[in-house]
């Protein structure tokens, strides 16, 4: 489909010459009105005609809305866009002839406005990418461009110039108001347009003032509107049953749900999720950043938007990407608009591609999905020709789960959509794509040009009491105020729903909330739904039996915590996760064999029943199944690793004070296993859920512990054992345990002497220069962002935890690490620094600290590097005018940098005089004064003042150039040469 239309492409799209009053007034024109070849005094004619062109747009525009009901989706855009484009040209010139001008057109000018051809120009059109006001915008700026050909015309006629003065100024005066004019009419047809398409306010991102209707009603019932009368089809008939029985599925199986408590079906509960939306114009890959979208303006008329998107030629085009974190309702969204859509009469063909053929290519991945859904083999071209005129929409949901479980590279992914879509366009049977990710799995994707991108946002506080007042209603209602003391888990929907859950069974929420921290509710939550887990098997239990059970699901679950923390990742495969738990709990991997009778993996295991673990799965083309699992918000994860560290210790702790006293230390090896891979300062939750542990435990006994195992830390280890999430060398592994072990001491007691942990001022010198150079450059930040060494009494260093600028920048830690390492030359160079980093930043200061450490021949690199910096512009010209003139090439520096060093004050008369003095020849080609010049220029004996060696070479330069002193009037300020 075209992307723009002009006039008479319009008129030939609406009804042509089968239409009696375009066929009339096109014969009347000699055939110029279909053609496009109207010169500009037919165009007036034409528009003289006011009855008939009247009756020309109201015919035409009626007989659109006639056909509304019978024309597909395809046929209503094209010709809406026809109307639209005849609705821009109507309004320009019926305002125009609305103007009384000195002067008329006439045949007779036909040779001088030949150029002018308003019925051929591509008109602007509406787009579901950009707000009413931008369209507005566009069409205003085609009414000047159009006004600015008319009065170029105008003024090139013989009646022009039999025109005077008086009667000419008042012809362009009387043009100038013209394009608002236009404006304002356009905006009065445009809205008579919309009553009868509702869909072209949307495409303009007007807004609906209709009652809104919830889980996104107000889409089925604005589409229903602007549907066609088709007949129906069994297969999308059978579509839609399956689709809308999503409405009517409680939120959670029966079997998850705690006795007595009601589930509200999907349909109720469902909130329409706020957004950010931008178009790809200028990007080439996806914004995946949380930065990146801070910029963006936060939406809450989803419904409208996609409206206006799935019904404008952008959605045939390119796909829309739907972004959002885990656990923000991507997938829900895609049932929900699958179920909405296809009750309106829109075929819809929604893909899991967690069960889609990972390995297929995309029109493959969807009949996979339509044979699923249908339950026999269904070709794509078959099913696109057999919706009756209707577009389809495509909707491909979980695309960061097929990259995230296969690890293959989906790069492309979108760009193969739009190469479909445009295939199916130049066939004449479009289709709309929807497709879903994790924010941070789609960094590097490709975005093609016209995608547009969609970012879910998480419950802001209204929309959490709206979501709870429908739970309220059937179930023991959880206050809304309670809930959103636990912010950043009530903004997730499933989070929400855990909090829910979690309160519903005897009002816990309720009853602790204000006695309970963060650390004590997550421990509940956890221990909850895995009380839960292990009591639905029907095997009999003691309560210890329930409880040691228990704490093995959470075990688990805390390795599944560890591999991805000690990995640095966000979320681990099924078979990372199998292998940690056979390493660190001695639990067996299952035989793996290909097919759908696959035993399930201890992973599987360990994961597969809590919902507040997001599984990403994919399937291969011999039904291998391939899974990855992540939290569904960080902090649970993060909360499990402290509370896995703390278990080890606690265990460490009692078996050092069992042990025999013939043994001078405790086997650490399972702590060192844990903890010899990533630095706890890497997480700021994991160091605040280890110190909400330390609060009730004995500190006084697992410090003296952890300072011996410390002292202890560099015996012979003669085994590291079996867990290795990522290849380390053994040197790696023993700084990042050697560090953690003090970050452990510093959890127990904020702030630590170095002869408490038996070491002096040289070996903790040594210690941090050991992990400056085994950690990685990330961990090593972590640290010196996480430390504060300061000196205290004699030699002793007290060391604390500190909490640090989180974005803190490379100069940032630059200053600070002779902090942490107590290296005393860095820190002396770094106090010697210090007071120049803080008035011009550490860039800029280490840039002057270079300059004055170079040769004065070899300073002009460094020059062009201060010339670029954005804050050393005030400095440069005073660091050139302190090196001109002192041995190096002058000449060299002149032409590439005197530009900013002709400047007015001492330093540069110094500089000048120096040439002089030196014999310089200054070149002709210079834009910049010589000394002859300068002298002249500026105030000499103010720039000397308080510089009388500086005014006497003044004098003596002015009489060895025969120049008159004292000096005349300057001839020029500060800008500009003397000529």
């Known amino acids: 489909m075209r992307r723009t239309y002009s006039y008479s492409e319009a008129l030939k799209i609406l009804g042509g010459r089968e239409h009696p009053v ?57 010709r809406l866009h026809a109307a639209h484009a005849v609705v821009v040209v109507t309004a320009y010139f019926e305002a125009f002839r609305a103007m009384e001008l000195p002067f008329s057109f006439t045949a007779q000018d036909d040779d001088h406005v030949l150029s002018f051809t308003p019925f051929e120009l591509p008109l602007p059109l509406p787009s579901a990418s950009v707000s009413y006001e931008s369209n507005l915008s566009a ?30 100024s008042r012809a362009v005066s009387a043009l100038e108001p013209l394009p608002g004019h236009a404006v304002d009419r356009y905006q009065e047809l ?59 599925r409680p939120l959670v199986k029966s079997g998850d749900v705690p006795q007595g408590l009601r589930m509200p079906a999907l349909g109720e509960a469902y909130v329409d999720p706020r957004f950010q939306r931008v178009a790809a114009t200028g990007r080439e890959t996806v914004p995946s950043t949380a930065e990146f979208w801070e910029r963006w303006p936060e939406r809450s008329d989803l419904y409208a938007y996609l409206v206006g998107h799935l019904t404008s030629v952008e959605a045939w085009a390119a796909p829309l990407l739907v972004l959002g974190d885990p656990g923000s309702g991507k997938s829900v969204l895609t049932e929900m608009l699958a179920a909405r859509l296809s009750a309106s009469g829109c075929p819809v063909v929604r893909v899991e591609l967690r069960n889609a053929p990972a390995d297929a290519d995309l029109v493959r991945q969807i009949e996979h999905g339509l044979w699923r859904l249908l339950d026999e083999p269904v070709g794509w071209a078959a099913f696109s020709r057999d919706t009756g005129g209707a577009v389809p929409v495509v909707i491909l949901d979980g695309l960061d789960e097929l990259m995230q479980a296969t690890g293959v590279s989906q790069t492309r992914y979108l760009t193969a959509i739009e190469e479909l879509q445009e295939g199916l366009l130049a066939k004449g049977r479009p289709a709309a794509f929807v497709v879903t990710s994790r924010l941070s799995v789609c960094a590097g994707l490709a975005l093609p040009e016209r995608s547009q991108v969609v970012r879910l946002l998480p419950f802001s506080d209204e929309q959490v009491r709206q979501w709870l007042t429908v739970w309220n209603a059937v179930n023991p209602p959880l206050p ?75 075990d688990r679950l805390s390795v599944v915590a560890l591999a991805m923390f000690n990995r640095g990742v966000q979320w681990v495969t099924d078979r990372q996760v199998t292998a940690d738990l056979a390493a660190l709990l001695g639990v067996g991997s299952a035989g793996r064999e290909v097919g759908t009778r696959t035993p399930l993996s201890p992973g599987e295991l360990a994961l597969g029943r809590f919902f507040f673990v997001q599984v990403s799965e994919a399937v291969r083309s011999d039904d291998t199944r391939l ?240 010339a670029r910096h954005p804050l050393g512009s005030t400095l440069f010209a005073k660091e050139i005018c302190a090196r001109i003139g002192r041995g190096g090439d002058d000449l060299a520096i002149l032409r590439r940098l005197g530009v900013a060093a002709a400047v007015r004050d001492a330093e540069a008369l110094d500089a000048w005089l120096r040439l002089h003095e030196r014999g310089f020849r200054f070149p002709d080609d210079r834009d910049y004064p010589d000394v002859t010049e300068y002298l002249l220029a500026y105030d000499i004996p103010a720039l000397t003042a308080g510089r009388p060696d500086l005014l006497k070479r003044a004098k003596a330069a002015a009489d060895e150039l025969g120049l008159e002193w004292p000096p005349p009037e300057p001839a020029r300020s500060r800008s500009g040469r003397s000529r």
């Open 190 to 248: 445009f809205r008579q347009l919309a009553v009868d398409f509702p869909e072209l306010a949307f495409w303009c991102s007007i807004e609906d003032h209709r009652a809104t209707r919830a889980a996104l009603a107000r889409l089925e019932d604005v589409l229903r509107e602007t549907a066609a009368d088709l007949a129906p089809d069994v297969r999308l008939a059978e579509l839609e049953g399956s689709y809308t029985s999503a409405l009517a």
């Open 139 to 168: 069409i205003h700026d085609f009414y000047l461009d159009l006004n600015d050909s008319l009065l170029r015309v105008a003024q090139s006629l013989a009646a022009w110039d039999r025109l005077n003065d008086t009667e000419k």
């Open 480 to 554: 809304a105020e309670v809930a959103l003391e636990y912010r950043e888990l009530a903004r997730q929907p499933l989070l929400l729903l855990m909090l829910a859950l979690y309160d519903a069974v005897d009002g816990a929420l309720q009853r602790d909330h204000q006695r309970i921290s963060r650390g004590e509710l997550y421990e509940r939550l956890l221990e909850r739904f895995a009380r839960r887990e292990v009591t639905k098997s029907p095997v009999e239990r003691t309560e210890d039996g329930v409880a040691q059970d228990v704490e093995f699901e959470l």
């Open 627 to 866: 899974a990855t699992y992540e939290f569904l918000h960080a902090t649970f994860g993060e909360y499990l690793v402290a509370r896995f560290v703390w278990r080890v210790l606690l265990e460490l702790s009692r078996e050092d004070a069992a042990r025999s006293r013939r043994k001078s230390a405790v086997d650490d090896s399972e702590l060192y296993t844990v903890l010899s891979f990533m630095a706890l300062t890497t997480s700021k939750p994991v160091l605040d859920f280890l110190q909400e542990f330390a609060r009730t435990a004995d500190r006084d006994g697992l410090f003296d512990l952890v300072v011996r195992l410390f002292a202890a830390r560099d015996e012979r280890r003669l085994s590291r054992g079996e867990y290795e999430p990522v290849q380390l060398t053994d040197s790696a592994r023993d700084a990042t345990y050697s560090l953690n072990l003090i970050v452990l001491v510093l959890v127990l007691r904020q702030k630590v002497c170095t002869s408490d942990l038996r070491m002096d001022l040289e070996d903790w010198w040594r210690e941090a220069l050991f992990w400056k150079s085994r950690l990685s450059s990330s961990a090593w930040v972590s640290v010196v962002r996480g430390f504060w060494v300061e000196r205290v009494h004699g030699k002793d260093l007290c060391v604390n935890l500190r909490v640090a600028p989180g974005d803190a920048d490379a100069g940032w830690v630059l200053m600070s690490e002779p902090y942490v390492t107590r290296d005393e030359v860095a820190a002396t160079l770094r106090e010697v620094v210090a007071p120049l980093a803080e008035t011009y930043g550490v860039a800029l200061a280490a840039l002057l600290i270079e300059l004055s450490a170079t040769p004065v021949e070899k300073c002009l690199p460094v020059l062009e590097q201060l």
């Open 22 to 78: 375009v066929a009339a007034m096109d014969k009347l024109l000699g055939g110029a009105l279909l053609a496009g070849s109207l010169g500009l005094w037919q165009v007036l004619d034409l528009f003289d005609a006011k009855p008939d062109f009247t009756r020309l747009f109201s015919e035409l525009v009626t007989t659109v809305s006639d056909k509304r009901r019978k024309l597909n989706r395809y046929d209503r855009t094209q």
